[in-house]
């Protein structure tokens, strides 16, 4: 183009003037590249026969993924994508058609309901030799490499000065090592009390309650195979009792 647009530097790259609000007006093209696809995308609702659902992978690993051969019957046997990460995924950016999050997220231009909520216990196999001894409960816990966040500030608060006996990278995995009879850990309820292995045990602390939400961006709300995919959700929600 002739024009400098980025100077380079020793140890870094910065965008020039021009550069800045060249990327500026990108953006908004992107925004709008975006946009028309999201409305195109919700016109074929003949054609449409794929759809994707973001959820946080406690949730796709074992709400979702359970229930799929149901999912795809109900809503007419169309290609499903479980998106299982951590991170939410951007429904204007088109990287999901639909979002189920344990949060409510931050984007104002989302449609976002609340569908349930997802309560938590403490649980340990049957065979643990410490279950009728609190202060000695050794806990499955995270390692470092993970991020802050809600269930892990609560675990963290509830162990307190006792031991943690091993750490893993997410909820599936602290579901599993309590299968194996190493420690304690604080577990959904519809999981837990669904594994005859464990045994939900017996505390004054308080357990935590995390809300579970659906959210879809509003050029989406007139899209008929998002609407049947959100009221498929909700009927499994219920079924596992996590409604309110």
């Known amino acids: ?4 647009l980025v100077d380079r530097l020793p ?3 910065r965008f020039t003037k021009v550069g800045a609000d060249i990327v500026e007006r990108v953006l908004e093209m992107q925004s709008k590249a975006f946009e028309i696809e999201r409305v195109l ?20 690993r074992h709400l979702l993924a359970p229930h799929l051969q149901d999912l795809s019957k109900r809503l007419g046997a169309p290609k499903i994508t479980i998106l299982s990460e951590p991170h939410l995924a951007s429904l204007a950016r088109m990287e999901a058609d639909l979002a189920l999050r344990l949060t409510r997220g931050t984007d104002d231009g989302e449609i976002v309901k609340k569908v349930g909520r ?12 410490k ?17 802050d966040f809600e269930h892990k500030r609560w675990l963290y608060k509830t162990i307190a000065n006792r031991r943690v006996v091993c ?6 995995n602290q ?15 519809f999981i837990g009390d669904g594994d005859s292995r464990l045994l939900r045990l017996t505390t004054e602390q308080t357990m935590l309650e995390l809300g579970i939400w659906l959210a ?7 899209d008929v195979l998002v609407r049947h995919t959100m009221n498929a959700i909700v009927e499994v929600l219920h079924l596992k009792s996590l409604t309110d």
């Open 131 to 147: 279950i009728d001894h609190p202060a000695e409960w050794e806990f499955i816990g995270y390692t470092r490499r993970q991020p």
């Open 216 to 222: 879809l961006h509003p050029d989406r709300r007139k």
């Open 118 to 129: 997802m309560n938590f216990a403490m649980y340990a196999h049957t065979s643990y030799p």
């Open 167 to 172: 750490e893993v990278t997410d909820l599936s």
């Open 41 to 60: 995308k919700s016109s074929r609702n003949d054609k449409q026969r794929e759809i994707a659902v973001s959820a946080p992978p406690v949730l796709a």
């Open 1 to 4: 183009m002739g024009v400098r």
């Open 175 to 189: 579901y599993e090592a309590a299968c194996s009879g190493i420690g304690v850990a604080g577990l959904p309820r």
């Open 11 to 13: 140890k870094e790259a």
